[in-house]
């Protein structure tokens, strides 16, 4: 029976870079992102499971990285703000977020793009009910959400041909 | 903000978790997906000096119909019955499924998990309540399963021994002619409801054959509607019958005045929740394609 109070290994993969890490038990994911792998890209906001500012994608599935343990994380490929651009190039999702002001002070906005990316990977035209749905869980305090359901709908077009 | 530092143990089976909890005694809690726990860890709500990981034990995470029921895994998420058509065998619980937070917290929190914190303002109990549900309980070395009526015993309690977990959930499929619907009024997606209704009706032509009427967030555990159920039960649903049924839930609502609303705020919701969730379960049941939703301010 494995019993470990101290430290625990933890194999992951961040934005497709494999890290071997070793962490206590009740370091959270978000913690993990930001202070040890320096990916300040992930926000803490609430820190209660409300806001959806840390949100990431976890294999493929966008998680509230402040409501998991980072050993929880163990094999497991983990997707961050910083993993959307591809060779110096936006993502397609970050850059509609620009051309259609779909952000403010920008607090929110890296786990908006992430809930967009898991919606937008299983979802190629949504609906504004769907677009709505997917990112009820991501609270920004700015933007009142229209040029944010903007951005999803131009990050749809564009990545319609992807 | 970070819990009280804990002992971490990653179980391979739901035997071996079991066993964890026999051999660590009170101080042990499960993790499954998290999404209540960790945040009760985090504001120091919840102090276990052990965690039992669930999420690593393979083979928990299903959803598959057998003789009549549909069985759930006790680890299968709620986005994973949000999207199965499975499970759309019975539209209340896809109702359920796709209502609970928002997309994050449904791609974590698990219905075993649900089930097992018993919290009065989850969702699944109060759902679960208007079908045939049995909840399968694993020891190291017994299993039984259990009537969830019986399962949830009050706010936070279960059936559950300290050495005992939730392996599966089963739900009877209604017969043909039925009909449900679940609604619940929330603030926004993250939050629990301020109150729920689900009802689950069985039709024979214009007559109502059997009514399960279930209250959320107005009590210490999800509420069983009875005398709302009677007034349907038998009868023609006309506007008068469906009337007294309403009424009858209204009564059965036992709210406490909280920051979610007045108690007479909430009573007054129970009454229009079950007044909705009636008229869309009497179109399902005729076979009608209707969209149910939790509902925002």
Same mark, same amino acid.
């Given at each position: ?51 959806? *500012? ?32 591809? &060779? ?24 908006? %793009? ?6 937008? @990977? ?5 609906? =504004?009910?769907? %677009? ?21 709908? %131009? ?8 | ?11 391979? #089976? ?11 005694? &009170? ?8 999404? #209540?726990?960790?945040?009760? /860890? ?10 039992? &990981? ?25 986005? =994973?019955?949000?999207? #199965? ?11 359920? *499924? ?12 698990? +219905? ?15 759902? $679960?309540?208007?079908?045939?549900? =049995? ?16 399962? +949830? ?49 069985? /039709? ?9 009427? *279930? $209250? ?6 999800? +509420?069983?509607?009875?005398? @709302? ?23 059965? @609502? &036992? ?27 009497? $179109? ?14």
């Amino acid at each position: 029976m494995p019993d470990v109070f101290g430290k625990l290994a933890v194999n992951l993969k961040v934005n497709g870079k494999p890290h071997s890490l070793t962490v206590e038990p009740r370091m959270l994911l978000v913690e993990l992102i930001r202070e040890t792998l320096d990916l300040t890209g992930t926000h803490v906001g609430c820190d209660t499971t409300y806001c959806g *500012a840390c949100t990431v994608l976890m294999n493929g599935a966008a998680v509230k990285s402040c409501t998991i343990f980072a050993v929880q994380a163990d094999g497991a490929e983990i997707t961050t703000v910083e993993g959307l651009e591809k &060779d110096g190039q936006l993502h397609p999702i970050q850059k509609a977020f620009g051309d259609a002001y779909g952000l403010q002070c920008g607090y929110c906005t890296p786990g908006l %793009m992430l809930s967009t990316a898991q919606l937008l @990977a299983q979802n190629k035209q949504p609906s =504004e009910k769907e %677009m709505r749905k997917a990112i009820a869980g991501n609270t920004c305090r700015c933007t009142g959400y229209q040029n944010i359901l903007k951005a999803i709908q %131009m990050a749809a077009q564009s990545m319609k041909g992807a | 903000m970070y819990p009280r530092a804990f002992h971490y143990h990653r179980a391979s #089976s739901l035997e071996e978790a079991a066993a964890m909890l026999s051999q660590l005694g &009170d101080e042990a809690k499960l993790l499954a997906g998290g999404q #209540s726990l960790i945040p009760l /860890m985090k504001l120091r709500y919840a102090n276990p000096g052990h965690l039992v &990981d669930l999420n690593f034990v393979p083979g928990t995470s299903y959803i598959k119909e057998e003789n009549g029921a549909l069985h759930f895994g006790a680890l299968t998420r709620h986005a =994973e019955i949000e999207a #199965s058509p499975v499970a759309a065998r019975i539209p209340i619980i896809h109702d359920c *499924a796709a209502g609970i937070a928002d997309v994050q917290v449904r791609n974590r929190g698990t +219905i075993g998990g649900s089930l097992a914190e018993a919290d009065p303002s989850g969702d699944w109990a109060t759902v $679960l309540m208007t079908l045939q549900t =049995e909840v399968g309980c694993q020891k190291t070395k017994a299993h039984r399963r259990v009537q969830l009526v019986d399962f +949830i015993k009050d706010a936070y309690t279960t059936a559950l021994a300290h050495d005992e977990l939730v392996s599966e959930v089963v739900v009877k499929i209604p017969p043909s002619g039925s009909g449900g619907a679940y609604v619940a009024f929330k603030r926004s997606a993250p939050v629990y409801p301020t109150v729920s209704a689900a009802v689950q009706l069985s /039709m024979e032509g214009e007559i109502c054959k059997d009514a399960a009427i *279930a $209250l959320g967030c107005v009590g210490l555990t999800a +509420i069983k509607a009875k005398d @709302a159920e009677g007034a349907l039960r038998g009868q023609r649903l006309t506007d008068k019958t469906i009337a007294a049924a309403v009424e009858a839930a209204r009564a059965a @609502a &036992d709210p406490q005045s909280d920051m979610r609303g007045s108690a007479d705020y909430k009573r007054t919701l129970a009454g229009s929740l079950v007044k909705r969730a009636l008229d869309i379960a009497i $179109l399902r049941a005729r076979g009608e394609q209707i969209e149910a939703g939790h509902i925002y301010a």
